[in-house]
């Protein structure tokens, strides 16, 4: 008898394909010099909707002369990881401004924000124990579930009393774990009312604000300060490929939690560190921040320009409150064609589709950045427009 293949799956994979027969397929297009708020893409030039580079510094001067100097003097890489021989003491440096930033007693960075999920969730949360999490958080937060012995329940999305149904049902030792601010559609974690129900019911409280810090809240320190509940979030994680303007993540929280992970987190431990490069952009992104909130003020202001703009022409943008947009199409095919339209009026934007949202509810994520103008913002809102009219999307 003849083995099946297990490569049948790949050999039988036509969805991309599909996609790309009909001249629809919006994935892996190639970026032509630095990330900012107008771009060529392909040889055309686009007001850049699609980037997560929020304060508008992955081109900035001071950081990236940062960024050079770190080569300079520790060279490209750590060749090991933190745990054996990949620590530098610009690695230290990053955590403790991080942690006093943070208002935390310790941090500890991963080489992606995607790492720190996996490696915090799958140490912390053992057989026994319990984990609640949001149906909408992110796929990094899913992945760390699975990797974890612990039993996995979701409540449905932002819905307290469901949320306070299971507490009251469950018993053993609970983290309950949601995005700050949720990446697709911008909403907001009601993180004021679980962090109640936290307190309530003895369990533990872990925000994962990838698209929160460095956006949300008086200095920045994400949805947490936003919401004025610091003190009851017990684990704060974060990315630094957003805000930040590089690659790498961390966690924050008390020295006993970080120090567990530190010797626990299988992404930490057998994953090269940061490259000095990554660590000084982070410091220089972090610095600029402090001294420069207005950064974040320019930028909400050109997300609610165009918040504002989408939603008086009748698009679809949910319930966003952060930098993030989004205009809610429902049909696959039509998002692509949508998108496409778009591209060619110069404006880009991502296509989110199943299984990163619902299938009915695909959708054009847009995000905005402190580099955009309101003239870009109005240019980009005439394009949405017109299209939005040929597809019947507004009236």
């Known amino acids: 008898m003849r ?24 994935y892996f297009k190639p970026l032509s010099g630095q990330v900012g708020p107008v771009m060529m893409i392909e040889n055309h030039r686009v007001i850049m909707l699609g980037s997560n580079n929020y304060l508008g510094l992955t081109n900035n001067p001071e950081v990236m002369a940062r960024s050079a100097e770190a080569i300079k003097r520790y060279g490209t890489g750590c060749t090991g990881s933190r745990f054996l021989n990949g620590t530098l003491d610009l690695h230290i440096e990053l955590e403790e401004k991080l942690a006093g930033f943070l208002q935390r007693e310790r941090v500890l960075t991963f080489s992606t924000g995607y790492q720190t999920n996996l490696g915090a969730i799958s140490a912390l949360c053992q057989k026994d124990d319990l984990i609640l999490v949001d149906r909408s958080v992110h796929a990094s937060i899913i992945d760390g579930t699975r990797l974890s012995y612990a039993r996995v329940v979701k409540y449905h ?35 004021p009312t679980i962090a109640k129900l936290a307190r309530k019911h003895g369990a533990r409280l872990m925000v994962d604000d990838a698209h929160g810090v460095g956006v949300m809240g008086a ?33 924050a929280g008390s020295d006993k939690v970080i120090d567990f992970m530190q010797h626990e987190a299988r ?129």
Request: glycine letters at 8%.
């Open 157 to 191: 999305h932002n819905d307290m009393e469901h949320l306070e149904h299971l507490l009251e049902r469950e018993q053993d030792p609970a983290i309950i774990i949601t995005d700050g601010v949720f990446s697709m559609e911008g909403d907001l974690a009601d993180l």
């Open 3 to 26: 083995r099946p293949d297990i490569f049948k799956k790949c050999i039988d994979y036509t969805r991309a394909d599909e996609v790309k027969q009909m001249g629809l397929y919006p």
């Open 267 to 395: 992404s930490e431990i057998f994953s090269a560190s940061l490259p000095p490069a990554a660590v000084a952009t982070v410091m220089a992104a972090l610095e600029i921040l402090q001294r420069q909130p207005e950064l974040m003020v320019q930028m909400h202001k050109a997300a609610e320009r165009a918040r504002g703009g989408l939603r008086s022409m009748g698009f679809n943008v949910g319930n966003s409150e952060a930098p993030i947009v989004p205009i809610i199409i429902g049909d696959t095919l039509t998002t692509f064609r949508v998108w496409q339209a778009l591209d060619q009026g110069g404006v880009f934007t991502n296509p989110v589709v199943s299984p990163a949202v619902p299938p009915d509810r695909a959708m054009l994520r847009t995000s905005y950045m402190a580099t955009h103008t309101d003239e870009m913002i109005d240019s980009a809102l005439e394009v949405f427009e017109k299209v939005g009219r040929r597809f019947g999307l507004i009236p």
């Open 219 to 251: 200095h920045g320190r994400g949805t947490p300060e936003y919401f004025d509940c610091e003190r009851d979030v017990d684990l704060h994680v974060g990315t630094f490929s957003k805000s930040f303007a590089c690659i790498g993540g961390f966690a």
